[in-house]
């Protein structure tokens, strides 16, 4: 089965614009995760999509935010990027209602100049 | 507050020797943990789960409650399992959808 897969694979920014990434999940997956791997603080929660809603959300600011389309695929939009929202962004996806097991994309590297 | 804790940044071992990476957490509530690793230049992956009890690529893990500890054992390392081992933990009571990870500790397995 294809993976998660996301895009771009690296985005290059200045402060103050605005960045979206983007993630398609696994067929047949309906939640999709979106977490922020900053550079010595580990994987942090982001967001939460399942059937097109929010479920839950980290503790972000609400800069952060994003959607998830009918076809289950999620944007995450960034606006008015800051130095510190430099990171790689991952996304993962899991069957409906579940983070048993959840299938990672490759995530996309952000860097805000 | 939730928090996992995974003390060693590095293990470095020879191949043949045990292996025990470990994984402390602090929850109130009824956690549910899971072991990810990421091989190089691969996605990050499950491993295992603690309610799965199983034991994959001979890796096991078991909960300890009463040291609110799961560490990750293998009693022969493998220049394979040369990875970024993380630990994780979820309620297990509500589905919140958010995993809490440790910081990840890499495991180097000499030859």
């Known amino acids: 089965e294809a993976g998660v897969t996301q895009s771009p694979t690296h985005l290059i920014k200045t402060r103050g614009q605005q960045a979206t990434l983007r993630c398609s999940p696994i067929?047949?997956?309906?939640?999709v995760y979106w977490y922020q791997q900053a550079l010595g603080l580990g994987l942090q929660f982001l967001l939460w999509?399942?059937?097109?809603?929010?479920?839950n959300r980290g503790n972000f600011p609400p800069r952060f935010s994003g959607r998830q389309f009918p076809n289950y695929s999620s944007e995450l939009n960034v606006n008015a990027l800051e130095l510190e929202d430099s990171a790689l962004y991952l996304c993962?996806?899991?069957?409906?209602?579940?983070?048993?097991?959840?299938?990672f994309g490759s995530g996309t590297q952000l860097s805000v100049l | 507050a939730q928090r996992v804790t995974q003390p060693e940044k590095l293990l470095s071992v020879f191949k043949g020797a045990p292996v025990e990476l470990k994984c402390n957490y602090s929850y109130s509530g009824s956690p549910e943990l899971f072991w990810y690793v990421q091989y190089s230049r691969q996605r990050l992956q499950l491993l295992l789960r603690?309610?799965s009890r199983e034991s994959i690529k001979g890796f096991t893990a078991d909960l300890n409650k009463g040291e609110t500890s799961f560490h990750l054992k293998k009693p022969f390392a493998q220049e394979e399992d040369s990875a970024m081992y993380y630990c994780a933990l979820s309620d297990g009571s509500s589905n919140t959808g958010k995993l809490i990870f440790g910081q990840g500790t890499t495991l180097q397995v000499k030859p």
């Open positions: 067929s047949g997956h309906t939640s």
């Open positions: 993962a996806s899991s069957r409906e209602l579940t983070n048993e097991k959840l299938f």
């Open positions: 999509y399942d059937e097109g809603e929010e479920r």
């Open positions: 603690h309610i």
